[in-house]
């Protein structure tokens, strides 16, 4: 398996309060990707990075912001929570741009409930 | 813009095929994929087709691909217990940086 870790895997919080997650990769990967999953959506995407500082918007980027300091992490923040934001959110990291060799791996997921 | 769309559902024998089916819009992607996610896991990807071909068979999965009809679709033989999971279509958004556009998915379930 691809070392992707996320942290936390769960987490409760409160309409209004500032949540950030956090992805963590081994593989030196350049691409990093955050995903939410909802049911009936499939998964969409809501920012990426395609390199250190280098990052830009996807599909569903309004109340996200991220940020990547180094290779390794990739952190997703949440200025201020909504219950609409309660969702299942995937890191995915890709090694260059297009291909089939260059499969996304995805990390293990982190719960987030938005009361 | 660009969709991807799949029936959300299938319930199959086991021992019996099953075939899942997948339509896009962008006639210019250069992959589809097939991605699984097992409960409570992330995605792993399954198999994959470049565009140029119209079949690919990997073991006991055959992936059938008409450009014409922007139709793709998965065949499983023999299904398992063990396939049961979430089957989610990708294909290649244009724009690059390997990002893909997911359809919803279709929660396979395998009765015995």
């Known amino acids: 398996d691809a070392g992707i870790t996320q942290s936390p895997r769960h987490k409760v919080t409160e309409t209004g309060t500032p949540v950030t997650l956090r992805c963590h990769q081994t593989?030196?990967?350049?691409?990093m990707y955050w995903y939410r999953q909802d049911p009936g959506h499939g998964l969409r995407l809501i920012h990426y990075?395609?390199?250190?500082?280098?990052?830009d918007k996807g599909e569903v980027s309004d109340g996200y912001s991220v940020s990547r300091s180094k290779t390794e992490d990739f952190l997703l923040t949440l200025e201020s929570a909504t219950s609409s934001q309660t969702s299942v959110y995937f890191c995915?990291?890709?090694?260059?741009?297009?291909?089939?060799?260059?499969?996304?791996?995805f990390g293990p997921g982190t719960r987030l409930t938005v009361l | 813009g660009e969709d991807v769309e799949q029936s959300l559902f299938l319930s199959v024998r086991e021992g019996d095929s099953s075939v899942i089916n997948c339509t896009y819009t962008?006639?210019?992607?250069?992959?589809l994929y097939w991605y699984k996610q097992e409960p409570g896991a992330g995605l792993q990807l399954l198999t994959y087709?470049?565009?140029?071909?119209d079949m690919k068979q990997d073991q006991r999965l055959t992936v059938l691909l008409n450009k014409k009809d922007k139709h793709l679709s998965l065949r499983i033989a023999d299904t398992q217990t063990g396939d049961s999971a979430i089957y989610f279509c990708?294909?290649?958004?244009?724009?690059?940086?390997?990002?893909?556009?997911f359809g919803a998915g279709t929660r396979l379930a395998v009765h015995p």
């Open positions: 995915a990291i890709s090694e260059k741009a297009g291909g089939p060799v260059d499969t996304q791996y």
């Open positions: 593989e030196n990967h350049r691409y």
């Open positions: 087709i470049f565009s140029n071909m």
């Open positions: 990075s395609y390199g250190v500082k280098d990052t």
């Open positions: 990708a294909e290649t958004e244009s724009g690059g940086y390997n990002k893909l556009i």
């Open positions: 962008d006639s210019s992607s250069t992959y």
